[in-house]
C-alpha cells in the first residue's frame, strides 16, 4: 500500500510538475521511502523539502 502510494505521488508530481506527500515514521514506511528513492533522479525526480513548493518563481 505504501509503494503504491509513492507511486501515485510520483504521478502526480510528473503531472504537475511537484507534489507533496506525508508520512509517519513508521519502520516499514521509511524502508519504502528508501527504495523508492533509491532511483528517482533516474525517474526525472528529485526530493526537495516542503518549503521549496513556496519558492517558486511566479508565485
Known sequence: ????Q???LEALAKGRGQ???TGFSYPVT???VARW?????ARG???AP???MTQRPGR
Open 30 to 32: 521509511v524502508e519504502a
Open 45 to 47: 525526480l528529485q526530493l
Open 6 to 8: 509513492l507511486n501515485a
Open 1 to 4: 500500500a505504501i509503494v503504491g
Open 50 to 52: 516542503a518549503s521549496a
Open 19 to 21: 507534489a507533496l506527500g
Open 37 to 41: 528513492t533509491s532511483e528517482l533522479e
